[in-house]
């Protein structure tokens, strides 16, 4: 089981640096007395020996916590069954048809990121406090309040669960000829107990009071978020003529879930039905195009084609209205994930030549064993964006934010001995 790499790197660290420490002071201070530089390594010695009792604490309840959810883990039994049936009409005709159906769990510690495991550890129990400051001002913004700023905890929430999913399919295959096939799948996914984070200490939306004084934000890691998916595929692999071999596909699909990712928090702590719509993911339409020919004098091309709708993106007022210290607040009736961008687009090429050199170390020489290849991605060099703005009052609500890599060529030269 792995726990804490960081916590137990971090105490090697500190470790190393209390005899580094001892070492320089006792060295540096030699000659201005023995009483003075042992009371100064001492007290060096001091501060660093809580800072390392602080981090192996940290490790020891992170271990706890890890083994814990392993536990649970192992309580969700792993279901997987599959039925098919094979028709034969002809040497060139076969029909296959594969129904799958199943749960698949997954026990391991790492499916909780083992940064979300440290910081429980470190901040739950204010081994170390974490401030949030609302509104800060400059140049000092504790001061200027003229008030105390409470502290904000990060835990897990009890009884939390392993993520697992129901995954059911339904493929049907046929051979169009000896040398092509189609292939037809259906399939859903259901996943439950997904992680996210909720803050169970935000403002009351009726009084606007916290319900737990003392502290600003209780930030709670839960196994409550869901997703579904549900598609349909068509696949086609086989060879044009002798020499070309493709494969194409085209999927329509849809994904929706209520979290984004173990960290995400919703846009208001009480309200989650409003954190149901497309997943970040989520791109209705997907089209791919992978095909290889075989040139004359040993000339090669290779080309992949990819198309797809765009991905949704968070339509957010900009503002922190319910007062949680976080402004991803969305104006009043929007949900989730509503925005869309923009579709993408990318084409690329390589082009190769094969040699026969001698090899080193085989005596085989009846294949090519040497190729230089020239690839071009992005030939057509598409604006393809990652990223949108989705603050409803900028004027640059719906532009794009991020991209994705433009054309690139690569030369590259292989030698197999």
Do not use: C
């Not at 009483?35 to 020891?60: H, N, S, T, Y």
């Not at 406090?129 to 000092?140: E, G, M, T």
């Not at 719509?277 to 290889?292: N, S, V």
């Not at 084409?347 to 190729?371: G, Q």
Request: net charge neutral; no cysteine.
């Amino acid at each position: 089981m792995t726990t804490l790499p960081a916590a137990t790197g971090t105490a090697g660290r500190v470790e190393q640096q209390v005899h580094e420490l001892r070492h320089q002071l006792e060295g540096a201070l030699l000659g201005a007395g023995a009483d003075l530089a042992g009371e100064l390594v001492e007290r060096a010695l001091d501060l660093l020996g809580r800072e390392v009792e602080d981090v192996q604490e940290a490790r020891r309840q992170g271990a706890a916590a890890e083994d814990e959810a392993v536990d649970r883990g192992r309580e969700i039994a792993h279901v997987d069954g599959r039925a098919g049936r094979q028709q034969r009409g002809d040497r060139r005709r076969i029909e296959r048809q594969e129904y799958v159906i199943g749960v698949i769990a997954d026990d391991r510690p790492d499916q909780l990121p083992e940064i979300a495991v440290w910081r429980t550890a470190v901040y739950e129990n204010l081994r170390q406090k974490q401030f949030v400051i609302p509104n800060p001002r400059f140049p000092d913004p504790i001061a200027l309040r003229g008030t105390s700023v409470p502290p904000s905890v990060f835990r897990l929430a009890h009884g939390i669960n392993a993520p697992y999913l129901f995954h059911a399919s339904l493929a049907i295959e046929r051979e169009l000829s000896n040398k092509s096939q189609l292939t037809v799948e259906a399939y859903t996914i259901r996943g439950v107990h997904l992680f996210r984070t909720r803050d169970v200490n935000a403002p009351l939306p009726t009084t606007g009071v916290r319900p737990i004084a003392g502290l600003l934000n209780l930030d709670e890691i839960q196994s409550t978020a869901s997703s579904r998916s549900m598609g349909i595929s068509v696949n086609f692999k086989g060879k044009l003529g002798k020499s070309v071999y493709m494969i194409a596909q085209y999927e329509l699909s849809r994904t929706t879930d209520d979290t984004g990712g173990v960290f995400s928090l919703p846009a208001d702590n009480y309200d989650l039905l409003a954190e149901r719509g497309p997943a970040g993911f989520d791109r209705r339409h997907r089209f791919t195009l992978t095909g290889i020919a075989n040139l004359p004098r040993s000339f090669r091309i290779g080309t992949l084609l990819t198309l797809s709708t765009g991905v949704p993106f968070d339509i957010t007022s900009g503002s922190d209205t319910n007062h949680d210290t976080v402004p991803n607040d969305r104006p009043p009736g929007i949900t989730r994930n509503v925005g869309r961008g923009t579709g993408f687009m990318q084409w690329d090429l390589r082009f190769s030549k094969l040699f026969r050199l001698p090899r080193l170390l085989s005596r085989d020489s009846s294949a090519n064993n040497a190729e230089v290849n020239l690839d071009v991605f992005n030939v057509l060099n598409s604006a393809n964006f990652s990223n949108f703005i989705g603050v409803a009052g900028s004027p640059l609500f719906g532009e794009p934010s991020a991209a994705y890599a433009g054309r690139a060529i690569q030369l590259s030269v292989q030698y197999r001995f």
